[in-house]
């Protein structure tokens, strides 16, 4: 069975979700084996490693998102298939105070992909992102290794990574709203009981 890997750029898959898929709009979590179990059952392929890509809060700047973030993380890591990739964030100054924004994560999910075109332990890579900034990584994958197929993987509705005109297109897994019911994760983090679900979702930490 084809060996595949599944790589996560988490802030993105989340926004994406809860800009399509929440009314109102709210926090669009997702678990990430759900969803990477679906992408594979799709695939056929064997999922042998998850990993994901996200900012880390600094918990001086925000405690709350800090310890919600590593909450979730810790859960994700009860898999042993989870290898997670963070980065901390960037503040900027603002009017208000500060803005944090993620820097970094997409290069870093982009020279994981081409190390795995290189390494050759995989047939089947999957991208859940729509960042346009991946396009290079996943060209210079698909030059290294004829072994490895890169896929994609996006919400319905959403814009999709591709190659220019001139190669052939990106296989993509298009995931519905239907798909996003089957892989939200509704447990609130700040609490600091990842066991509980309560309904609803908290103001955005």
């Not at 709350?64 to 980065?87: I, T």
């Not at 290189?118 to 210079?140: F, I, K, N, Q, W």
Request: charged share 30%.
């Amino acid at each position: 069975m084809t060996r595949m890997v599944v790589l996560i750029d988490y802030e993105n898959v989340r926004r994406t979700a809860r800009d399509r898929f929440r009314d109102p709009p709210t926090r669009g979590h997702v678990d990430i084996v759900a969803l990477s179990e679906m992408i594979a059952a799709r695939s056929g392929g064997a999922l042998s490693e998850i990993r994901v890509y996200r900012g880390t809060p600094n918990p001086r700047r925000q405690p709350v998102a800090a310890a919600a973030n590593s909450r979730q993380c810790d859960v994700w890591s009860r898999d042993r298939r989870v290898v997670l990739r963070r980065r901390p964030l960037r503040y900027l100054p603002t009017a208000d105070g500060f803005s944090a924004a993620e820097k970094g994560v997409d290069v870093l999910l982009g020279a994981d992909l081409v190390r795995i075109a290189a390494e050759g332990l995989h047939e089947l890579a999957v991208v859940v992102s729509r960042d346009t900034d991946l396009v290079p990584a996943l060209e210079v994958a698909r030059d290294l290794s004829k072994d490895l197929v890169v896929a994609t993987a996006m919400w319905a509705g959403c814009s999709r990574l591709r190659y220019p005109r001139d190669a052939a297109p990106l296989p993509c897994h298009v995931l519905s709203a239907a798909d996003f019911r089957c892989v939200e994760d509704r447990t609130d983090y700040t609490r600091g009981n990842p066991g509980a679900s309560p309904p609803g979702y908290p103001a955005e930490p």
